[in-house]
């Protein structure tokens, strides 16, 4: 089976906090992903990574970036988080870039910056 | 990009039958998938379906696709409790990493 776990299920930190979000993923997947879920507005793109050390950003960067030194992990850190960053974070993987390719995902982090 | 749409709500009776309704922008959109999240989890892949296909049956799911109105149905039979869920549309291109997501519908089933 698949297992992407990310690092903490529940995270609260306060603004201007610098935060590491950690996802790692065992099948040796090339594709990694990062997406925020607000209500309303569904999943949104944040950042994504399609091999170690190569980063492309999604939909809505600002505030983020993102880490892959190793194959298996993907991290998002916040450099001073906001309260406007408080959201459910969702990583996932996916094998290759062309045809049906899954994304699994993770349990998600819901994330209160205070 | 490309822009998925779906209805933000659905009630259904137990075993009746459910269908959740998506649209989307870009026709070039060569795979089409049904999400499920289940309270406190993460998304789990339901069903795909092919942009050269009409409707794909799995068991309980029907997927229709009526590619000229870029319009994706899921249809659950006999729906369950277990089924409460909220269900994401998303759509890819053969040449894209990315999956596009709607907004989620989420299906509320009630005794």
């Known amino acids: 089976d698949v297992k992407v776990t990310q690092s903490s299920r529940y995270l609260v930190k306060r603004t201007g906090e610098k935060v590491f979000l950690e996802c790692v993923q065992d099948m040796d997947h090339e594709n990694m992903f990062w997406y925020r879920q607000d209500p309303g507005l569904g999943l949104r793109l944040i950042y994504f990574?399609?091999?170690?050390?190569?980063?492309e950003k999604g939909d809505i960067p600002e505030g983020y970036s993102v880490s892959r030194e190793k194959k298996e992990r993907f991290s998002l850190i916040l450099e001073s988080a906001s309260t406007n960053q408080t959201s459910m974070y969702l990583c996932?993987?996916?094998?290759?870039?062309?045809?049906?390719?899954?994304?699994?995902f993770g349990p998600g982090t819901r994330l209160t910056v205070l | 990009g490309e822009d998925v749409e779906q209805s933000p709500f659905l009630s259904v009776r137990e075993g009746d039958s459910s269908v959740i309704n998506c649209t989307y922008t870009?026709?070039?959109?060569?795979?089409l998938y049904w999400y499920k999240q289940e309270p406190g989890a993460g998304l789990q892949l339901l069903t795909y379906i092919f942009s050269n296909m009409d409707m794909k049956q799995d068991q309980r799911l029907t997927v229709l696709l009526n590619k000229k109105d870029k319009h994706l149905s899921l249809r659950i039979a006999d729906t369950q409790t277990g089924d409460s869920a909220i269900y994401f549309c998303a759509a890819k291109d053969d040449n894209d990493y990315k999956l596009s997501f709607g907004a989620g519908t989420t299906v509320t089933v009630r005794a």
């Open positions: 996932a993987s996916s094998y290759g870039q062309g045809g049906l390719y899954e994304q699994f």
């Open positions: 990574s399609y091999d170690v050390k190569m980063k």
């Open positions: 870009d026709s070039s959109s060569t795979y």
